[in-house]
């Protein structure tokens, strides 16, 4: 019987490498990537912004030029020179819409950045701390929610404009619209603020919290480095939502006469363009388009956020 060698392999202890782990952000991306609105939102955004940035360059009239009045005169219809027309004051409307873009963009992301930083702060203390802490910074967001925003807005803009007369603020360039931007966000944080609360509830008693107070970690630190991170995600949805919201206000602060006089924005075109509609309707329906694409794209691209952040949501 002949010997037969068996050729035994030894057990390899090298084991196949993990796929890394991706980040919530990268996940969130790739998500969102699959998002039709998402997509199709933030397309239209970077159409806004686009305008916005590099519109003023391109346009074919300072937004203060009246020259076409005298050809082809006011309400005049579309045409190669005026793609949009001019309005009843002889302004080219096109040129009138695209510098009517930053102001919109300025509102919504001034007025966003004010309402996240008091509501973040408001909710986060909330949330961390608990109790009576908790109990008198929700009952004061609640305050917020029910107090009505567009009165208290016109009626400060209508006061400041008369205390303002022979003071040095008079000269003081888009005081108006500055006063615009600060309402509307201090008015705007109590959504954000109860949703922070939310997440800082659900993430204080994780293990990488524990973790952290088990190293030593301040409240600061915790509160900045390790909940808010993993927040963000949730807060993101709710500011993109509230910029298109801010846009849609000062439209129609200024659609009631209450806008800056200084500043293009596109509820002032319709406030001075209603009137002639029936005359000129590309006065009137240029701006409201611009309108309605800024807040539809600021729309889907939350959908969007939402299916890629929370995609438990629409389960």
């Not at 009576?132 to 567009?150: A, G, N, S």
């Not at 008079?170 to 997440?199: C, D, H, K, Q």
């Not at 808010?228 to 939502?241: F, H, T, W």
Request: hydrophobic residues 50%; charged residues 15%.
């Amino acid at each position: 019987m002949s010997d037969q060698t068996i050729t035994a392999h030894p057990p390899s202890s090298a084991r196949p490498a993990r796929r890394p782990v991706k980040g919530i952000w990268r996940q969130g991306w790739q998500r969102f990537a699959r998002s039709r609105t998402g997509m199709l939102g933030l397309i239209l955004v970077l159409l806004v912004v686009a305008t916005a940035v590099i519109g003023p360059f391109i346009a074919p009239f300072d937004p203060q030029d009246q020259s076409p009045m005298i050809d082809p005169g006011a309400k005049a219809p579309p045409s190669w020179v005026h793609p949009l027309g001019t309005d009843r004051m002889g302004y080219d409307v096109a040129s009138r819409v695209i510098y009517g873009a930053p102001t919109a963009l300025a509102v919504g992301l001034g007025a966003m950045s004010i309402a996240s930083l008091i509501g973040v702060l408001v909710g986060g203390v909330a949330g961390y701390r608990g109790g009576t802490t908790d109990e008198v910074l929700m009952r004061f967001t609640d305050f917020f929610l029910v107090i009505p925003m567009f009165v208290v807005i016109l009626a400060v803009i209508r006061l400041l404009g008369v205390a303002v007369v022979n003071t040095p603020f008079e000269s003081v360039p888009y005081l108006n619209l500055g006063v615009i931007i600060l309402l509307i966000g201090v008015f705007s944080w109590a959504p954000i603020a109860r949703m922070t609360r939310a997440e800082f509830l659900r993430l204080k008693n994780q293990e990488f919290v524990e973790a952290a107070r088990c190293i030593g970690a301040t409240s600061g630190d915790i509160l900045f480095r390790h909940i808010l991170p993993n927040a963000l995600p949730s807060l993101v949805v709710i500011v993109a939502l509230g910029i298109g919201g801010a846009v849609l206000a000062e439209a129609m602060i200024g659609f009631l006469g209450f806008g800056d006089p200084a500043a293009v924005s596109w509820g002032q075109l319709l406030y001075f363009n209603y009137e002639a509609l029936k005359v000129a309707p590309w006065a009137s329906l240029s701006p409201g388009v611009a309108i309605f694409i800024t807040v539809l794209g600021f729309n889907l691209l939350a959908d969007g956020l939402t299916d890629a952040f929370n995609p438990r949501a629409k389960r």
